[in-house]
């Protein structure tokens, strides 16, 4: 069995003023703490009473009996109130639930997304979404549609992208994130933090086990993983607790968690002016928001933070000048100065603007440079960030802007009138803040366009760093349900893992499955559920059968298992899968074709990126690493460097024996690379 989650957007219809009788839940707020608790039960438990207690079903079970659907209506924001038809356009949101008994299907019981990420062990179906008539024919044309046709379109609906939620968790509790798409992606109504907010508290609900997520996250027009993860030491989907699952290109733990420090910590002083060069344009962006910050930005870190900080509260008229509580803001109250002094140099400094002509605009750094000798730089800095909107004599106030030639806030005196409602700020819009990072992106972060900058070692350095944290795109979020407290004291919440006594030398065994049995039970009664819990979940042990307990040596079926290990614990059984084929049938379907990957980065197994193998010795290697840039068309032929070399070591050594008139070897060049083939590692669990 397998559950696939999907949620779209749709407007109320226009129709007729009429109350809907349907409980619409709050999309903000659902599932509510106390409405429904899984009380630490297992997900294949805990989501059958979810769905008998809130989802209603759309299709009936005759008419695809391995594809079971559910759909819940949300009203964002407002779930209490009744919905009346035609009115609160875009504000209802449909979250549809199909389970698809994976025995049954024609597609494939092998879950590539559990493959990439190291889950070996897990077999899902095919997810898939609908939203359809239950009859089988056009309503336009009267055209008969087979139940091959739909069901091929049902499929074919696991291409769309676009939902605003798509998520798939196995029986036994692990699954996927596939898509999330908040107001970036196209809607209209929920933005990514409500969206996985939403996901986070259904996951525990259900008692999920394992979410993973491929984090290809693009926000204004960059990688976002990259600057959120600059900014905030992690990547976004870190705010929920994902963490690194499995990189790609042999990355590990330590390398990415040291790629972050290196590249978060680097100095803005590298980029800082030359006085003997002109001054760049990089060199202006950074000094214009070192410039409007209070706080100190010196490292990349503190940039990109104060940048994603600003555009967060740009909907709030941010203004770092007199906004609270805010870690790059100044508050003029909490200063050592006196309201007198601030006001003292503000009449000062608008004297100086009075002198120049009204016309002209007088940069911030001419202004600071006239009171340089009469006010402590402190209270000038803080005078001149809140200068904008001071009025002065005659009806004049001070106007700022920010010239986009030169990165530098200038000032100057305007008249005022009635139907000027201009905002003097001297903070950029959004937009500007946008175009900036995405300018600074590509400029001091992107490994691809990174500006050239001294000393070299450092930028190659920068570059290794930033495309370590690119590669880190597998994240994944344990949710440890056997840790929650049960509903029900008097149980004992065992964890049961499982020996095949007819383990093949490449299956990976199952994970242990929580198992949630009265106080009274008895090691009987532990095979007996172990025997049906592992039955509900995997298909290939459709047919299989707990034999005895291990690890206790020879015990009586009516002993008590509370006795042996207490409320809680870690049992081991050992059975087999009975019948003539047994498990051969998914051994057979996963393939049986022996091959390897050693890819010089570091690699042994499929990491999700492309590869391409040696003609000569059938290794399996990325294209990256090989010198073949993404964009670029794999080779027709290609040998890898290993082969090349030995081909050489080959040449040389029938040369130096033909000199001794001594016949030369015919050891194949390949033979080293043979002798250490193995199987991959690609039997897995299926999940139905």
């Not at 949710?479 to 893992?497: D, G, Q």
Request: overall charge neutral; charged content about 25%; hydrophobic content about 35%.
């Amino acid at each position: 069995m397998v559950i696939d989650m999907v949620m779209n957007e749709r407007p109320l219809k226009r129709r007729k003023r009429v109350t809907v009788d349907y409980n619409y839940y709050d999309f903000l707020t659902f599932p509510a703490a106390g409405d429904f608790s899984s009380g630490g039960i297992p997900f294949r438990s805990a989501v059958q009473s979810f769905l008998s207690a809130h989802a209603r079903p759309t299709l009936p079970n005759t008419l695809f009996p391995r594809l079971m659907t559910w759909d819940i209506q949300f009203r964002v924001g407002n779930g209490n109130s009744p919905v009346v038809a035609g009115e609160g356009e875009d504000d209802v949101v449909t979250l549809y639930v199909v389970e698809e008994d994976v025995a049954r299907s024609s597609r494939s019981v092998y879950c590539d997304q559990c493959r990439v990420v190291g889950l070996e062990i897990i077999l899902p179906a095919l997810p898939s979404f609908f939203s359809m008539d239950h009859k089988l024919g056009c309503m336009c044309c009267n055209y008969e549609i087979s139940e091959d046709d739909l069901e091929r379109w049902l499929y074919h609906q696991l291409e769309d992208n676009t939902h605003v939620l798509h998520g798939v968790v196995h029986s036994n509790g692990y699954g996927h994130l596939l898509t999330l798409n908040g107001r970036e992606g196209g809607s209209n109504v929920l933005c990514g933090l409500d969206i996985m907010n939403f996901w986070d508290r259904l996951c525990q609900t259900l008692s999920v086990r394992k979410i993973t997520v491929m984090d290809m996250s693009k926000k204004y027009g960059i990688d976002y993983r990259l600057v959120h993860t600059i900014a905030n030491g992690h990547p976004w989907y870190g705010n929920w607790g994902y963490e690194f699952g499995s990189a790609s290109y042999g990355l590990t733990l330590d390398s990415y968690k040291e790629a972050i420090t290196t590249l978060s910590n680097l100095s803005l002083s590298l980029f800082s002016h030359n006085p003997r060069r002109p001054r760049t344009h990089l060199q202006n962006v950074i000094s214009f928001y070192q410039s409007i910050s209070d706080s100190k930005l010196e490292t990349l870190r503190d940039l990109f933070s104060f940048m994603l900080s600003f555009i967060q509260k740009t909907h709030k008229s941010y203004n770092p000048g007199r906004c609270e509580n805010s870690k790059f803001g100044i508050s003029s109250v909490s200063c050592n100065w006196s309201a007198k002094d601030i006001e003292s140099v503000q009449q000062a400094l608008i004297k100086v603007l009075q002198v120049a002509c009204n016309a002209n605009w007088v940069s911030k750094r001419a202004l600071k440079g006239s009171l340089g000798k009469t006010a402590p730089p402190d209270l000038l800095e803080l005078c001149l960030k809140n200068l904008g909107g001071m009025v002065a004599a005659n009806g004049m106030v001070v106007n700022t802007r920010c010239n986009h030639n030169t990165m530098a806030i200038e000032f100057r005196l305007e008249r005022f009138d009635s139907m000027y409602s201009r905002t003097f700020s001297n903070q950029p819009s959004k937009e500007d803040v946008v175009n900036d990072l995405k300018f600074l992106y590509d400029s001091i972060l992107n490994p691809h366009t990174m500006v050239s900058y001294k000393p070299q070692a450092t930028r190659d350095t920068a570059i290794s760093s930033a495309t370590k944290i690119l590669d880190c795109k597998q994240l994944v979020k344990n949710y440890k349900p056997e840790n929650v407290e049960a509903m029900n004291s008097f149980t004992i919440r065992i964890l049961c893992h499982v020996e095949l006594a007819d383990h093949h030398k490449d299956d990976l065994a199952p994970p242990p499955e929580l198992m949630v049995l009265p106080e009274n039970v008895t090691v009987g009664d532990l095979k007996l559920e172990a025997t049906k819990a592992f039955r509900e979940v995997y298909v290939m042990f459709k047919s299989f059968e707990a034999d005895k307990m291990l690890d206790y040596g020879p015990l009586d079926d009516s002993i008590t298992l509370k006795l042996l290990v207490g409320l809680r614990g870690l049992v081991r059984v050992k059975g087999r899968c009975l019948g003539a084929h047994g498990l051969g049938r998914f051994r057979m379907e996963r393939g049986t074709d022996n091959w390897i990957v050693d890819c010089m980065c570091g690699a042994r197994d499929d990491d999700g990126e492309r590869m391409l193998a040696c003609d000569e010795c059938g290794t399996w290697q990325h294209t990256r690493c090989a010198g073949i840039d993404n964009h670029e068309v794999v080779p027709a032929e290609f040998v890898c460097m290993r082969c090349l070399n030995s081909s050489s070591e080959e040449d040389d050594n029938s040369t130096a024996l033909a000199n001794k008139d001594i016949p030369a070897s015919k050891t194949c060049r390949n033979a080293s690379v043979t002798n250490v083939r193995r199987n991959r590692v690609c039997f897995t669990m299926s999940v139905h």
